[in-house]
C-alpha cells in the first residue's frame, strides 16, 4: 500500500492505547483510505538495559528456531514481520480472528510531531519507560476492531478489549520441586501478590484467568462480574471507538465506584442495555464464539515450562546452561540432562513453540457489538440472540497485540517467573485452598504451560 504519513498528517492521529512494544493512534482525520483505521507505532524502551519488547531483526540463532516457518525470516528483509507472523498466527487462532494489516510509511517528522501530540495522553510510567521509535521508516495499518467497517449505523457499538492471560495451569515434569505451587495456583495470581508488594497495584484483582477459559457459562460471567471492579490491564470498553472504561495503556489499577457508575450510565444510554445484560451479551459472545478454545490450544503448545524451555534455549544459542550450573539435585539434573541431548532442530520446535505460546499469552481479545438492525441470516457477521431484551447482536472477534517474542527474552521469562514464584511461595496466600487444576481451560488441565505476564 503507497501510503506516505508526512508532518502534515500528524494532527489526524490521537492516542488510543499502548503495549509494551507498540503505541496505537487512532485516525480522526476525512481520508476515506483511512477511516476505521489505527496505526500500531513501534516504540523503543528508555532503558537501554532491559530486553527489546519484540523483535528487529532476527540473530543467527532465531533463524534457526524460524527458520522451519516459510518465508518469516525473509519477512525481516522486507519489513513486513509483523504481516508475516500473522500469517502464522492465524492458523492457529483463525483467520478470521487474526488482522495482519499493511505496511504504512511514516516520515521521521511525522513521527516526532505525534509523539509530542501524544505525550499528556499517555500513562505517566509509559512515559518514563518508552518513546516513540523516530527512527522508524513504518508502521502498521490496520482496522480499528473496536468499531464495525463501513458506514456508521444509527446505532452504537460497543467493543470490549481483554487481555486474557494464560488459561490453565502448567503439569510439566521439568518444574521442580520447590515451584510445584506453579501447578496449583496460576501464574495471574502469584503475579498479583508480588506487584501488589512492589506497589504497581493497590488492590488484588478477583479476575481468575481458569474462568474465563472454562467453557462454562456461569463462570465466564464470573471472569467478567470481576473486571469492573479491578480492571487493571485486562479489560476496557469502546463506545463507537472512544475508550468509555478501563486504563490508557493498562493505567488504570483500580476502578472509583463512581467512574463505574458512570460508564454503566453511559452504557445504558447509547446501548439501552442495564450491566447485567451486557455481561450476559459478552458472556454469550464468548460462549457461542469458541476463539478462546483456540487461544487455548495455542498456549498449550508450550508443554515444557520455562523452566524445561531455557535449558533449551542455551543449546540453541551454543552457550554453556547457566540454569544447570546452580542446579544441586541429581535427579532434576538428570531430566535436564535428557534435554540437552535432543536433536538441534527438536530443541528449535519446543523453543518455538513456546514462543509462539508467549505471544498468545500476553495478546488481547477485541469484541465488537452493534444490534443487528433487520432479522436477516445473511450477514457477514457472527451473532447472539440477547434474550432479556429480545434483540440479536451483531458481533466480531479479532486478536490484537500478536508480536513475535524475541529468542533473547528467554532469560528474562526464566528470572521473572523465578522472582513470582519465589515470592508467593514464602509471603503469599499459601495457606489458601489451591486452585483445582479441573478448573483449566475446556480442554482440561493436564496439559503443561507456563504463563508469562509481561
Request: aromatic content about 8%.
Given at each position: 500500500?503507497?501510503?506516505?504519513?508526512?508532518?502534515?498528517?500528524?494532527?489526524?492521529?490521537?492516542?488510543?492505547g499502548?503495549?509494551?512494544?507498540?503505541?496505537?493512534?487512532?485516525?480522526?482525520?476525512?481520508?476515506?483510505?483511512?477511516?476505521?483505521?489505527?496505526?500500531?507505532?513501534?516504540?523503543?524502551?528508555?532503558?537501554k538495559?532491559?530486553?527489546?519488547?519484540?523483535?528487529?531483526?532476527?540473530?543467527?540463532?532465531?533463524?534457526?528456531?524460524?527458520?522451519?516457518?516459510?518465508?518469516?525470516?525473509?519477512?525481516l528483509?522486507?519489513?513486513?514481520?509483523p504481516?508475516?507472523?500473522?500469517?502464522?498466527?492465524?492458523?492457529?487462532?483463525?483467520?478470521?480472528?487474526?488482522?495482519?494489516?499493511v505496511?504504512?510509511?511514516?516520515?521521521?517528522?511525522?513521527?516526532?510531531?505525534?509523539?509530542?501530540?501524544?505525550?499528556?495522553?499517555?500513562?505517566?510510567?509509559?512515559?518514563?519507560a518508552?518513546?516513540?521509535?523516530?527512527?522508524?521508516d513504518?508502521?502498521?495499518?490496520i482496522?480499528?476492531?473496536?468499531?464495525?467497517?463501513?458506514?456508521?449505523?444509527?446505532?452504537?457499538?460497543?467493543?470490549?478489549?481483554?487481555?486474557?492471560?494464560?488459561?490453565?495451569?502448567?503439569?510439566s515434569?521439568y518444574?521442580?520441586?520447590?515451584?510445584?505451587?506453579?501447578?496449583?495456583?496460576?501464574?495471574?495470581?502469584?503475579?498479583?501478590?508480588?506487584?501488589?508488594?512492589?506497589?504497581?497495584?493497590?488492590?488484588?484483582?478477583?479476575?481468575?484467568?481458569?474462568?474465563?477459559?472454562?467453557?462454562?457459562?456461569?463462570?465466564?460471567?464470573?471472569a467478567?462480574?470481576?473486571?469492573?471492579?479491578?480492571?487493571?490491564?485486562?479489560?476496557?470498553?469502546?463506545?463507537?471507538?472512544?475508550?468509555?472504561?478501563?486504563?490508557?495503556?493498562?493505567?488504570?489499577?483500580?476502578v472509583?465506584?463512581?467512574?463505574?457508575?458512570?460508564?454503566?450510565?453511559d452504557?445504558?444510554?447509547?446501548?439501552?442495555l442495564?450491566?447485567s445484560?451486557?455481561?450476559?451479551?459478552?458472556?454469550?459472545?464468548?460462549?457461542?464464539?469458541?476463539?478462546?478454545d483456540?487461544?487455548?490450544a495455542?498456549?498449550?503448545?508450550?508443554?515444557?515450562?520455562?523452566?524445561?524451555?531455557i535449558?533449551?534455549?542455551?543449546?540453541?544459542?551454543?552457550?554453556?546452561?547457566?540454569?544447570?550450573?546452580?542446579i544441586?539435585?541429581?535427579?532434576?539434573?538428570?531430566?535436564?540432562?535428557?534435554?540437552?541431548?535432543?536433536?538441534?532442530?527438536?530443541?528449535?520446535?519446543i523453543?518455538?513453540?513456546?514462543?509462539?505460546?508467549?505471544?498468545?499469552k500476553?495478546?488481547?481479545?477485541?469484541?465488537?457489538?452493534?444490534?443487528?438492525?433487520?432479522?436477516?441470516t445473511?450477514?457477514e457477521?457472527?451473532?447472539?440472540?440477547?434474550?432479556p431484551?429480545?434483540?440479536?447482536y451483531d458481533?466480531?472477534?479479532?486478536?490484537?497485540?500478536?508480536?513475535?517474542?524475541?529468542?533473547?527474552k528467554?532469560?528474562?521469562?526464566?528470572?521473572?517467573?523465578?522472582?513470582?514464584?519465589?515470592?508467593?511461595?514464602?509471603?503469599?496466600?499459601?495457606?489458601?485452598?489451591?486452585?483445582?487444576?479441573?478448573?483449566?481451560?475446556?480442554?482440561?488441565?493436564?496439559?503443561?504451560?507456563?504463563?508469562?505476564?509481561?
Amino acid at each position: 500500500m503507497d501510503v506516505v504519513l508526512q508532518a502534515g498528517d500528524a494532527g489526524d492521529w490521537v492516542y488510543k492505547g499502548e503495549g509494551a512494544a507498540n503505541l496505537i493512534l487512532s485516525y480522526t482525520g476525512s481520508s476515506p483510505s483511512m477511516l476505521g483505521k489505527v496505526l500500531r507505532v513501534k516504540k523503543i524502551l528508555n532503558d537501554k538495559a532491559q530486553p527489546a519488547p519484540t523483535c528487529e531483526v532476527f540473530s543467527s540463532s532465531e533463524q534457526l528456531v524460524w527458520g522451519e516457518i516459510p518465508g518469516l525470516v525473509e519477512s525481516l528483509k522486507q519489513d513486513c514481520l509483523p504481516q508475516a507472523y500473522a500469517q502464522v498466527m492465524s492458523q492457529h487462532l483463525g483467520a478470521n480472528h487474526v488482522d495482519g494489516g499493511v505496511r504504512a510509511r511514516v516520515s521521521k517528522e511525522f513521527l516526532e510531531i505525534v509523539g509530542k501530540n501524544v505525550l499528556s495522553s499517555r500513562p505517566a510510567w509509559r512515559v518514563s519507560a518508552s518513546a516513540i521509535d523516530t527512527s522508524a521508516d513504518s508502521a502498521l495499518l490496520i482496522s480499528d476492531h473496536s468499531l464495525f467497517s463501513g458506514k456508521p449505523r444509527r446505532s452504537s457499538c460497543i467493543a470490549v478489549e481483554i487481555k486474557a492471560k494464560c488459561g490453565f495451569l502448567p503439569s510439566s515434569e521439568y518444574i521442580s520441586q520447590e515451584n510445584s505451587i506453579k501447578k496449583q495456583v496460576t501464574r495471574y495470581k502469584m503475579h498479583q501478590q508480588l506487584k501488589f508488594h512492589q506497589g504497581q497495584i493497590s488492590k488484588i484483582s478477583d479476575y481468575d484467568p481458569l474462568d474465563l477459559f472454562s467453557g462454562s457459562k456461569e463462570r465466564i460471567r464470573t471472569a467478567i462480574k470481576s473486571f469492573f471492579s479491578t480492571p487493571q490491564n485486562n479489560f476496557r470498553i469502546f463506545v463507537d471507538g472512544s475508550l468509555g472504561f478501563g486504563g490508557m495503556g493498562g493505567g488504570a489499577d483500580t476502578v472509583h465506584p463512581d467512574e463505574i457508575e458512570k460508564c454503566l450510565e453511559d452504557l445504558t444510554k447509547v446501548s439501552g442495555l442495564q450491566q447485567s445484560d451486557f455481561i450476559e451479551l459478552l458472556s454469550e459472545a464468548i460462549f457461542k464464539s469458541g476463539v478462546l478454545d483456540k487461544l487455548l490450544a495455542t498456549q498449550k503448545l508450550d508443554d515444557h515450562d520455562i523452566e524445561g524451555a531455557i535449558h533449551l534455549y542455551y543449546d540453541i544459542i551454543s552457550q554453556p546452561c547457566l540454569v544447570c550450573k546452580n542446579i544441586t539435585d541429581a535427579e532434576l539434573l538428570h531430566k535436564y540432562s535428557v534435554l540437552h541431548s535432543l536433536s538441534l532442530d527438536k530443541s528449535c520446535k519446543i523453543v518455538r513453540d513456546f514462543l509462539i505460546a508467549a505471544t498468545t499469552k500476553d495478546c488481547s481479545l477485541m469484541m465488537c457489538f452493534r444490534p443487528r438492525e433487520c432479522e436477516t441470516t445473511d450477514s457477514e457477521y457472527d451473532s447472539v440472540f440477547l434474550e432479556p431484551v429480545n434483540r440479536t447482536y451483531d458481533y466480531k472477534a479479532y486478536f490484537v497485540d500478536l508480536d513475535v517474542k524475541p529468542l533473547d527474552k528467554m532469560p528474562h521469562y526464566f528470572k521473572l517467573d523465578q522472582k513470582i514464584v519465589n515470592f508467593y511461595t514464602k509471603n503469599g496466600e499459601v495457606g489458601r485452598v489451591p486452585c483445582d487444576s479441573s478448573k483449566g481451560g475446556s480442554t482440561g488441565g493436564d496439559d503443561s504451560k507456563a504463563q508469562l505476564e509481561h
